[in-house]
């Protein structure tokens, strides 16, 4: 398994980030969505779904008390700055924090990133954009998530 960026969103991930960072459409978030360990289809297999639905028909979310999905909107996000002297893009969000994560529902194996095109859209709308390893054992206690140190997603 790695950190990958699905077909569908290579290309476009800056773009999606500027628009819910412009709340463009109207309740536009970044979706951060847990992948249990004991469900993961193969990466080369999951990074050709176009929908987090199409993900979900093969790889199964997470069902721990104390997990749910977080969603990241404009207020949440950085401006994007171009870095051309290393011509490139970084793009990151906030750390987050699932408050007493129970063992009951199994171990965790990936996070993804998504694109959600309004407040209130079914997962067949939500565009999954960057997968990310993240093997945890939840136990009880708190689990943050830092997707990357330099962010979640690179344009080079």
């Given at each position: 398994m790695a950190d990958f960026t699905f077909n569908i969103a290579k290309g476009r991930v800056v773009e999606f980030y500027r628009q819910i960072k412009a709340?463009?459409?109207s309740g536009s978030a970044l979706v951060m969505v847990v992948i249990a360990a004991a469900a993961i289809e193969a990466d080369g297999l999951m990074n050709n779904?176009?929908?987090l639905a199409?993900?979900?028909s093969a790889s199964t979310e997470a069902s721990n008390a104390g997990y749910e999905r977080k969603?990241?909107?404009a207020a949440d996000l950085a401006e994007v700055t171009v870095d051309n002297a290393n011509d490139r893009v970084d793009l990151d969000i906030p750390d987050q924090t699932y408050i007493n994560v129970?063992?009951?529902g199994g171990a965790w194996g990936k996070i993804l990133i998504c694109h959600r095109p309004g407040s209130v859209v079914p997962d067949s709308q939500i565009i999954p954009?960057?997968?990310h390893d993240?093997?945890?054992n939840p136990d009880g206690a708190n689990i943050v998530v830092q997707t990357d140190a330099?962010?979640?997603y690179r344009a080079t």
């Open positions: 709340n463009t459409p779904r176009t929908t199409d993900v979900l969603s990241l909107l129970q063992a009951a954009l960057t997968a993240f093997p945890m330099i962010g979640f």
